[in-house]
């Protein structure tokens, strides 16, 4: 196998006309790894079958250690942002620590107490959205402050700081940024954070961050440069992924319309729906990224200690070895949870089954309440995020028949069709 590097542009195009399909540059692989030269000069192996990404996620001799001066970043905005220790760059022991004590504002029983928080914001957003002139923009009106009012009340930032945050989180993620734009970028976001969190220092309640100031930050077992990084995390992975996943997936739904169908005669199967939208058009275009520690063999070829790696979840979500017919949507599909849309190993999303939570209640209730929601345009005319590593779409026009509107039902209904 020849291992000469290849130029490699980060993100990779996705082909005219074919939105939702991985990049043509790694399908074209057919699986073959790869090396790739990055930005900075740096050469890096680049896996894309589901079985390679899966055992290097898996892998502990795959280190997340983004401080180390060998480790692969795609693009500035990435290294910018991975130069405070947080979550995602750290290995255990220090990553199991800190992620016990995250992972305490997730236990299902906390969030099962927001299911009618989030039920009544859906029903909130929806009543706004059936007053506005049609055309509207479901991305402006629906995907985008669902989950910034979500994270508004979970983390405890700001509702009215969620266009700032936007354009934070947008120059934190795109490939056309220079090095020292990515910098300052990351300065100013990381600035707001400071904000908040000194803000909440003297008016804490029952978020996120005054969890962390009251239980961890007052007592030493988090600094307050850590602190900050963590909610800056917490916040991409909350907002700006979930809100693009969500665009995605009811332009999905309008253009299956035999899909949709399904969807709505039987709203029990919005959980196998959900996971079929996560495992088609995954919004991470960067990949995973991991440096590793030792001599290991992976997809038939050596990986050696201090080499550089990239995995591609994209594609691995559409590997015929794993999911039957994998290019094709099938909301039945009974494989779908398989996917690697939330990462692998240690390093699993933590907020995965929040989001699972809103995109199951969105979707479910506005199918519901507007059963004849649709395109108002082509997809020719539909603009997606290209030059982001979180891919999604910019505005999403759709129109509806008023006659058919449905109103909001009681929390106890709207929770009894989500159950099976």
């Known amino acids: 196998m020849s291992t000469e590097a290849l130029e490699f542009e980060f993100p990779p195009a996705r082909a005219e006309g074919c939105p939702f399909d991985p990049p043509p540059v790694l399908s074209d692989l057919g699986g073959r790894p790869v090396r790739v030269v990055l930005w900075d000069g740096q050469v890096a192996w680049m896996f894309t079958r589901y079985e390679d990404v ?21 693009a500035p905005a990435m290294k910018a942002r991975s130069m405070i220790r947080q979550l995602v760059i750290m290995d255990p022991p220090d990553h199991t620590v800190l992620r016990r004590i995250l ?3 997730f236990v299902i029983r906390r969030l099962d ?18 007053v506005q002139e049609r055309p509207v923009d479901l991305v402006e009106r629906f995907a985008f402050p669902l989950p910034a009012l979500v994270v508004s009340d979970f983390l405890g930032v700001p509702f009215e700081d969620r266009y700032v945050l936007a354009e934070l989180q ?13 910098q300052a970028n990351f300065a100013s976001y990381c600035a707001y954070i400071e904000r908040i969190v000194a803000e909440k220092e ?9 969890r962390l100031l009251t239980e961890h930050l007052d007592n030493g077992t988090l600094t307050r440069t850590e602190v900050v990084a963590n909610v800056r995390l917490l916040l991409a992975a909350a907002f700006d992924s979930t809100a693009s ?7 999905l739904l309008f253009l299956h319309e035999d899909q949709r169908a399904l969807l709505q005669a039987d709203p029990t199967m919005i959980g196998p729906a959900v996971e079929e939208i996560l495992r088609y058009v995954s919004v991470d275009q960067y990949g995973r990224r991991r440096l590793a520690t030792e001599d290991i063999s992976v997809g038939g070829v050596l990986v050696r200690a201090g080499d550089g790696v990239i995995v591609h979840q994209v594609t691995a979500n559409r590997d015929a070895a794993v999911f039957r017919d994998p290019d094709r949507f099938d909301v039945t599909r009974a494989d779908a949870r398989n996917h ?15 989001a699972r939570m809103e995109m199951q209640t969105a979707i479910n209730t506005i199918l519901r309440r507007i059963p004849t929601l649709r395109l108002a345009v082509s997809l020719d005319d539909i603009s997606f995020k290209h030059q982001k590593g979180t891919y999604g ?21 709207a929770e009894s069709s989500l159950a099976g």
């Open 54 to 74: 899966r055992a290097v996620l898996e892998d502990p001799r795959f280190s997340s250690d983004a401080l180390d001066p060998r480790f692969p970043h795609e």
């Open 103 to 105: 992972a305490r504002n």
């Open 113 to 130: 107490q927001m299911r009618p928080r989030i039920q009544g914001i859906v029903d909130e957003l929806i009543d706004d959205l059936l």
């Open 170 to 182: 947008s120059a934190q993620s795109d490939a056309a940024t220079t090095d020292a734009d990515a």
């Open 202 to 210: 003297d008016h804490r309640g029952d978020d996120v961050i005054s």
């Open 245 to 251: 996943q969500l665009g995605l997936g009811m332009l």
């Open 340 to 354: 690697l849309a939330f990462s692998g190993g240690v390093h699993q999303c933590l907020g995965q089954a929040l």
């Open 393 to 413: 779409i910019h505005h999403l026009p759709v129109t509806w028949d008023p006659s058919t509107t449905q109103p909001a039902v009681s929390i106890e209904a």
